[in-house]
């Protein structure tokens, strides 16, 4: 259209004009034309000249959903309160200097920001680096925290699997000096806990070690410069068969087939505190100085879960690998076995839900003296979770509420805004969460059909009639019963009913 071609050269002009540092009385007089040739090509097409989209890998979340993932969020909150942790946050951008070479090959996935007067800038990747970066800034050497937050990936997203560019992540540490495999031990038990508590059907906890990965890698004759890119193919045991794991190790990354099959042999290897044994007797990895430190270790932390009655739920993996580099101990990813509903493809795509480990060396990468302090830790997949639990709401078709209110403050005849307002302002201010229609005099019938659309248990009537009795009528939706309340009497009584303290 010849309107869109004039309005393409303006744009151009005014480019130009700024490029060549026109004078900007100049420049104003060609922007304001610009803008008026495109209000006019707006007016008559009467639409608008963009799509209206969230970016690539990332989404809105409107009530409904906002309501599940709430819920979700006190869960997993109350149980690290319950573990005795202290929250934390950090910026959402670090200096990318604090991100770069701490996640291996999973760095290329890191958003870059432009240069912000004179410092190069990237959003974090997770909580983790932050997390070492607060320790070694603030010189502390024991705590144990949560951190909820939203992280940053420049991943290839795959929304339905709860894979997105920008996500939640709930993460709880445990940093400081202690003897072996105790806080490992509860932040297993923090896995389970949270992962019973949402009832996302069953699940297993896998655990291994990097130390015993590294001790087998050194007995199976992996060169030592190429144990990192080893473990991040082993890394994907859990999703490709173990033949094609085995080309990309000899392939790709010129691993020997003798040394290749070796490592085969343990990886397809899990079980409980018998394969520990096992592998404790192995006659080389019992030589290898790593693995028996890891081993011993593992059978330490076996014992401490069993002590903690979940050893039902976790299996010692030894393909279970963690592509992060700052892992240097136990690791852990927590998988659901199988979904209730039908379509079972999709469920068994969820992949991991939570994972973690020990990381003892990332704050000494930060502190000028090198100090180390020892962190272990755990991840809680929220989106991945969040995914499940929507998809089952939607099959369920349960109603799920929006809204907390108690109470809806009703009138039966005209005429009554006034005393409805001195109502619901009493029970503001009293701390009961009441709601009342935008409308002067609404009917009855409209505001008992609103308390059924968005499930607000009680309603609280004032009439001619019991304004002179000095009373107000409560009635349950649900039931329809009613009951006359004494004016002083009904935020004790609301609060009963809806069990408030």
Same mark, same amino acid.
């Given at each position: 259209?010849?309107?869109?071609?004039?309005?393409?050269?303006?744009?151009?002009?005014?480019?130009?004009?700024?490029?060549?540092?026109?004078?900007?009385?100049?420049?104003?007089?060609?922007?304001?034309?610009?803008?008026?040739?495109?209000?006019?090509?707006?007016?008559?097409?009467?639409?608008?000249?963009?799509?209206?989209?969230?970016?690539?890998?990332?989404?809105?979340?409107?009530?409904?959903?906002?309501?599940?993932?709430?819920?979700?969020?006190?869960?997993?909150?109350?149980?690290?309160?319950?573990?005795?942790?202290?929250?934390?946050?950090?910026?959402?951008?670090?200096?990318?200097?604090?991100?770069?070479?701490?996640?291996?090959?999973?760095?290329?996935?890191?958003?870059?920001?432009?240069?912000?007067?004179?410092?190069?800038?990237?959003?974090?990747?997770?909580?983790?680096?932050?997390?070492?970066?607060?320790?070694?800034?603030?010189?502390?050497?024991?705590?144990?925290?949560?951190?909820?937050?939203?992280?940053?990936?420049?991943?290839?997203?795959?929304?339905?699997?709860?894979?997105?560019?920008?996500?939640?992540?709930?993460?709880?540490?445990?940093?400081?000096?202690?003897?072996?495999?105790?806080?490992?031990?509860?932040?297993?038990?923090?896995?389970?806990?949270?992962?019973?508590?949402?009832?996302?059907?069953?699940?297993?906890?896998?655990?291994?070690?990097?130390?015993?990965?590294?001790?087998?890698?050194?007995?199976?004759?992996?060169?030592?410069?190429?144990?990192?890119?080893?473990?991040?193919?082993?890394?994907?045991?859990?999703?490709?068969?173990?033949?094609?794991?085995?080309?990309?190790?000899?392939?790709?990354?010129?691993?020997?087939?003798?040394?290749?099959?070796?490592?085969?042999?343990?990886?397809?290897?899990?079980?409980?505190?018998?394969?520990?044994?096992?592998?404790?007797?192995?006659?080389?990895?019992?030589?290898?100085?790593?693995?028996?430190?890891?081993?011993?270790?593992?059978?330490?932390?076996?014992?401490?879960?069993?002590?903690?009655?979940?050893?039902?739920?976790?299996?010692?993996?030894?393909?279970?690998?963690?592509?992060?580099?700052?892992?240097?101990?136990?690791?852990?990813?927590?998988?659901?076995?199988?979904?209730?509903?039908?379509?079972?493809?999709?469920?068994?795509?969820?992949?991991?839900?939570?994972?973690?480990?020990?990381?003892?060396?990332?704050?000494?990468?930060?502190?000028?003296?090198?100090?180390?302090?020892?962190?272990?830790?755990?991840?809680?997949?929220?989106?991945?979770?969040?995914?499940?639990?929507?998809? &089952?709401? =939607?099959?369920?078709? %349960?109603? @799920? *509420? !929006?809204?907390?209110? $108690?109470?809806?403050?009703?009138?039966?005849?005209?005429?009554?805004?006034?005393?409805?307002?001195?109502?619901?302002?009493?029970?503001?201010?009293?701390?009961?969460?009441?709601?009342?229609?935008?409308?002067?005099?609404?009917?009855?019938?409209?505001?008992?059909?609103?308390?059924?659309?968005?499930?607000?248990?009680?309603?609280?009537?004032?009439?001619?009639?019991?304004?002179?009795?000095?009373?107000?009528?409560?009635?349950?939706?649900?039931?329809?019963?009613?009951?006359?309340? &004494?004016? =002083?009497?009904?935020? %004790?009584? @609301? *609060? !009963?009913?809806?069990? $408030?303290?």
């Amino acid at each position: 259209m010849a309107e869109e071609a004039a309005v393409r050269e303006q744009a151009e002009t005014v480019r130009r004009l700024k490029q060549d540092k026109a004078d900007p009385d100049e420049i104003a007089k060609e922007v304001a034309k610009l803008l008026e040739m495109k209000a006019q090509l707006g007016g008559d097409e009467g639409k608008p000249k963009f799509v209206l989209k969230t970016p690539k890998g990332t989404r809105d979340y409107g009530p409904k959903q906002m309501a599940i993932r709430e819920r979700v969020f006190s869960a997993i909150i109350s149980c690290f309160k319950r573990h005795g942790a202290e929250v934390i946050d950090t910026p959402v951008f670090e200096l990318k200097e604090t991100l770069t070479g701490k996640y291996g090959e999973d760095s290329k996935l890191i958003y870059d920001l432009k240069d912000q007067g004179g410092e190069l800038l990237s959003l974090r990747y997770d909580l983790t680096v932050p997390f070492a970066r607060y320790l070694a800034m603030n010189k502390i050497t024991n705590i144990k925290r949560y951190h909820i937050a939203k992280v940053y990936r420049r991943d290839n997203p795959a929304m339905t699997r709860g894979r997105y560019r920008e996500f939640y992540q709930c993460d709880f540490d445990i940093a400081g000096q202690f003897d072996p495999m105790i806080p490992d031990a509860e932040c297993l038990k923090i896995v389970h806990e949270i992962l019973s508590d949402l009832q996302l059907g069953d699940f297993v906890i896998k655990v291994n070690d990097r130390r015993i990965l590294d001790g087998m890698f050194a007995v199976c004759g992996v060169p030592d410069s190429k144990f990192r890119t080893i473990c991040s193919s082993v890394d994907k045991l859990d999703k490709v068969p173990w033949e094609e794991v085995r080309s990309e190790m000899v392939g790709e990354k010129g691993l020997s087939p003798e040394a290749a099959d070796r490592i085969g042999e343990y990886v397809q290897l899990h079980g409980g505190l018998d394969l520990i044994e096992q592998l404790l007797q192995d006659p080389k990895l019992s030589q290898n100085k790593l693995a028996k430190e890891g081993l011993g270790d593992m059978k330490l932390l076996f014992e401490y879960l069993t002590l903690f009655g979940i050893t039902g739920k976790i299996s010692f993996d030894l393909s279970l690998a963690r592509g992060l580099d700052y892992y240097t101990g136990v690791i852990f990813e927590a998988v659901l076995l199988q979904q209730e509903n039908e379509h079972v493809e999709d469920t068994v795509s969820v992949g991991s839900v939570a994972g973690g480990g020990r990381y003892d060396g990332l704050v000494g990468m930060f502190d000028p003296k090198g100090r180390k302090v020892p962190c272990v830790g755990v991840s809680i997949g929220i989106e991945r979770i969040f995914s499940i639990l929507e998809q &089952r709401l =939607e099959a369920s078709e %349960e109603k @799920i *509420r !929006t809204t907390e209110t $108690q109470v809806l403050v009703a009138s039966a005849q005209k005429k009554l805004l006034e005393e409805r307002l001195k109502l619901i302002s009493e029970l503001w201010d009293a701390g009961i969460k009441a709601e009342m229609l935008y409308k002067k005099n609404p009917k009855l019938l409209n505001q008992l059909q609103y308390c059924e659309d968005t499930g607000i248990p009680l309603v609280a009537i004032v009439g001619e009639q019991e304004l002179k009795d000095g009373v107000v009528k409560l009635r349950v939706v649900a039931t329809r019963e009613e009951v006359n309340i &004494r004016r =002083e009497s009904l935020v %004790e009584e @609301i *609060r !009963t009913r809806t069990n $408030q303290p």
